[in-house]
C-alpha cells in the first residue's frame, strides 16, 4: 500500500497534547460488508449500519478493492448523475482515470485524490484505463460522499485534482506513523484540498508497536476506518482491524496504535480520518442525489431525465465490461 510515503525523521512533527486535552473514546466498531459496486469492482461499504447522524457531514464511503486483477478483470462505473454533494475518490493502488460532463478529468493515481463537486448537476464516468484492463494489477482505492449543506446544493459543478506529491506529510514524535493530510487540519497543518463543507480527511500509517496521537477539531466528529492492519483505537484500547470504522466520541484528540505482529502481506496500519462540521439539515438520498426534501429528489430525476445535467462529450471514456 505505497500511496505516498516519506521518511518520517525528516518531516515536521505533529504537537502533543497539554494539560487540558481530552481522548476521545470510542462509542461504537462496526464491521463494513462486502459488495459490489458500478460494472462489478469489490468494495467494503464502509459506513454501513452507522446511523446517519454520527456520520453527519458525510453520507457515503466506499473501500474500493483492495484486489489483484488478471488481465481483462478490471472494471469501473458507467456514466451517472450525481446532484447535491461531492465525491472524493483517493486512489492509494492502481490508476482510475475520471471524466465529467463539465470539462474536469484526468487519471487518479499515486496517492492522488480527485475532488468532486456535483453541486446543481454533473454526469461523470470512473474507469480503469485500458492498458490496466489489458494488464492487470492492483487496485485499492476509496470513495467518500460529503454533503453540500441546502445553500450549496445548487453551486454550480466543480472539479480539483490533488497530486499525491501535494498531500500535506506530517510524521509523529517518534518518526513511528505517517500522516498524509489531504483536506483540512491536523492541528497546524493543512492540506491542500478546497472544501464547501468543513472537513478533515487524512490518511495515516503506523509502523507495528506505532502510536499515534493526532489533535482533532472539537467542533467536528471524528470517524477512523481501518484500510489494512490491526491495531487499537481511543483511550482504552479498543480493538480494530482491516473493515472496520469506529466513530468517537467528544474531545480533543485521537489516539491510534499499531499491533507488534501485522500479517506478512499488511506490513503496517493503515487509517482513514475523516472528520467534519454536522450541517444538521434534513438529508433525503435517492442513489446519487442527496437533497433536503422528497420534492428536491423528484425535481433531480426530472432535470436529469430533461438532460439538464449536462452531456456525455464525444469521443468520452466508455466503461470496460468485459
Known amino acids: ?78 456514466w451517472h448523475p450525481h446532484r447535491g454533494f461531492e465525491t472524493v475518490t483517493y486512489m492509494i493502488d492502481g490508476r482510475f482515470a475520471h471524466q465529467d460532463s463539465h470539462g474536469g478529468g484526468g487519471m487518479i ?21 485500458a492498458e490496466l484492463v489489458e494488464s492487470g494489477g492492483l487496485f485499492h482505492g476509496v470513495q467518500l460522499w460529503v454533503n453540500l449543506p441546502k445553500r450549496d446544493k445548487f453551486t454550480d459543478p466543480a472539479y480539483q485534482a490533488i497530486e499525491g506529491n501535494q498531500a500535506t506529510l506530517v510524521s509523529s514524535p517518534d518518526g513511528g506513523a505517517l500522516v498524509r493530510i489531504i483536506a483540512g487540519n491536523v492541528g497546524d497543518h493543512r492540506g491542500p484540498g478546497s472544501t464547501r463543507t468543513p472537513i478533515t480527511l487524512a490518511h495515516a500509517t503506523l509502523q507495528p508497536g506505532a502510536a499515534l496521537d493526532l489533535p482533532w ?46 500479517d506478512s502481506n499488511r506490513p503496517a496500519l493503515e487509517v482513514l480520518l475523516l472528520g467534519g462540521q454536522p450541517i444538521r439539515e434534513p438529508v433525503f438520498q435517492y442513489g446519487p442525489f442527496v437533497m433536503n426534501s422528497k420534492a428536491e429528489l423528484v425535481e433531480a430525476v426530472e432535470d436529469f431525465n430533461a438532460g439538464k445535467f449536462g452531456q456525455i462529450p464525444p469521443g468520452a471514456l466508455m466503461p470496460h465490461t468485459v
Open 217 to 262: 477539531n472539537r467542533d467536528f466528529n471524528a470517524l477512523v476506518y481501518v484500510l489494512s492492519g490491526r491495531g487499537t483505537v481511543g483511550p482504552v484500547d479498543n480493538p480494530i482491524q482491516q473493515g472496520q470504522l469506529a466513530v468517537l466520541g467528544p474531545g480533543d484528540r485521537i489516539s491510534l496504535a499499531a499491533a507488534q505482529n501485522q
Open 1 to 78: 500500500m505505497p500511496a505516498v510515503s516519506a521518511d518520517t525523521l525528516t518531516l515536521p512533527r505533529i504537537a502533543g497534547s497539554v494539560a487540558a486535552d481530552t481522548q476521545r473514546p470510542v462509542r461504537t466498531v462496526t464491521t463494513g460488508p462486502r459488495g459490489h459496486e458500478g460494472e462489478g469492482f469489490p468494495v467494503v461499504r464502509a459506513f454501513a449500519g452507522v446511523p446517519a447522524t454520527v456520520l453527519d457531514p458525510f453520507v457515503h464511503m466506499d473501500q474500493m478493492g483492495e484486489v489483484e486483477y488478471e488481465p481483462g478483470e478490471p472494471k469501473g462505473t458507467s
Open 109 to 129: 493515481e499515486d496517492g492522488a485524490t480527485q475532488w468532486m463537486t456535483a453541486g446543481s448537476g454533473i454526469l461523470h464516468i470512473e474507469t480503469p484505463p
